[in-house]
């Protein structure tokens, strides 16, 4: 969609339709929306790193702890030594 909004732009420069001041508002807006996208990424990256990694396996450590917890009791001498 972008790249034949451009392409089009271009296309108008050269035939005359379009002056070339318009022509680099659009290149201009085109980096502005590229930079706002990568932005974006970069945060949607950040937030799964920490829930999905950070969170999740602080999530699976806990739940294996209290596991253990529970059936130390039950447990016997040999198992508890390992």
């Known amino acids: 969609k ?3 909004a451009a392409n089009q732009a ?5 035939f005359g339709k379009l002056d070339r001041d318009a022509a ?3 290149e201009d807006y ?5 930079a706002h996208v ?3 990424e970069s945060v949607h ?4 790193l920490l829930f999905k990694v950070v969170i999740g396996k602080c ?9 253990i917890a529970l059936t130390f009791d039950d447990t ?7």
Not at 10 to 14: I, M
Not at 59 to 67: D, K, P, T, V
């Open 76 to 82: 016997g001498s040999p198992a508890k030594d390992k």
């Open 24 to 26: 680099l508002a659009l």
């Open 45 to 48: 990256f950040i937030l799964l």
């Open 2 to 4: 972008d790249t034949h």
């Open 38 to 40: 990568t932005l974006a």
């Open 59 to 67: 999530g699976q450590l806990w739940i294996q702890s209290s596991f």
């Open 30 to 34: 085109n980096q502005d929306v590229a």
């Open 10 to 14: 271009r296309e108008d420069v050269v």
